[in-house]
């Protein structure tokens, strides 16, 4: 029985996921797959009918940034879902090793795999701050507890994924993972790292850094007040904005973060003490962490 899907999206990258539909449709361990097209104008959608069609594509006529992905998820009827971007290779085996984990640990609601970035095949700067995660664990789970994960390296739980709402279409894109990792802890779900799960990230060279840094200053500000208690939300936003450069795009950033207060403040749920314990005892690791300088 077929117990993973892999749900990808891209938009006007046609040559990069024909390259990334090729590897994962030849994979010893392949899965179906779900392919969001957010919008593209560069032929992308007819490119994939024409050379995957056993890829089930949905075409989006306007850019859903990651709730493409919830789009995504009304065609999965496999208990895991695996997500893949345009520009990420799951390695041989890894679909096949993240579903067993999950098998494994019926409480835990998504496996983040390790991310090697091509073509040095260096570890994306996240992973240290995953594999040494203070977060305290039960016994037995099969990894580092985190509470934020890469989407396009984790495989996750569809029962808890829908459990939690998925990606919340407020943050678009950009960090996005967080947001959706801290509600599954709330649900009493956990999160891990598996460094056996290998996935390799050749970041695509038509990517907006700028724009990128943009949106995830202004969702993990977003996050942050959504849900922690007022101190703990004034502390953790000083820190993330001292990490950033001081130009137009930071500043940007915050302006866009305090343009939704009124909705933010709206939809503020705080979580409870256990969760924004383990959320305290990041802050020091997120502090030095080379993965949240935001400096692209």
């Known amino acids: 029985m077929q117990r993973t899907t892999v749900v990808m999206m891209t938009r006007d990258r046609r040559a990069e996921v024909l390259r990334t539909l090729a590897h994962m449709t030849a994979l010893p361990d392949a899965a ?17 009918r024409e050379r995957f069609p056993q890829v089930r594509l949905i075409r989006s006529e306007r850019n859903l940034g990651a709730v493409a992905r919830n789009l ?9 879902v695996a997500f893949c ?8 085996g890894a679909l096949t090793r993240a579903a067993d984990l999950l098998d494994a640990h019926p409480s835990v609601a998504a496996v983040m795999g390790r991310c090697v970035i091509a073509p040095e095949l260096v570890d994306d700067p ?31 739980r569809v029962r808890a994924f829908h459990d939690a709402g998925g990606f919340s279409p407020r943050l678009w894109l950009g960090g996005e993972e967080e947001l959706l990792v801290i509600d599954l802890a709330v649900l009493g779900w956990w999160c891990c790292y598996a460094e056996e799960v290998v996935v390799h990230h ?19 500000l977003w996050t942050i007040w959504l849900r922690r208690p007022v101190r703990s939300a004034l502390r953790r936003s000083r820190a993330v904005l001292a990490s950033a450069p001081k130009d137009r795009h930071t500043l940007a950033a915050v302006a866009a973060a305090l343009g939704g207060l009124p909705w ?3 939809e503020r749920e705080v ?15 997120q502090r030095h962490s080379r993965a949240r300088r935001y400096v692209g």
């Open 202 to 220: 050749e970041p695509s060279r038509t990517r907006q850094p700028s724009g990128r840094r943009r949106l995830g200053i202004r969702n993990t």
């Open 264 to 266: 933010v403040l709206r």
């Open 85 to 92: 971007d345009d520009d990420t290779r799951w390695q041989p």
């Open 271 to 285: 979580v409870p003490d256990r969760v924004e314990h383990a959320l305290r005892l990041l802050e020091e690791p």
């Open 126 to 156: 996240l992973l240290d701050e995953v594999r040494n995660s203070p977060v305290p664990a039960p016994p037995g789970l099969p990894g580092p507890a985190v509470l934020g994960v890469l989407a396009a390296t984790s495989t996750f």
């Open 32 to 48: 179906p797959i779900v392919l969001v097209d957010n919008g593209s104008a560069d032929g992308t959608s007819e490119a994939v």
């Open 72 to 80: 995504a998820m009304t065609e999965v009827r496999t208990p895991y």
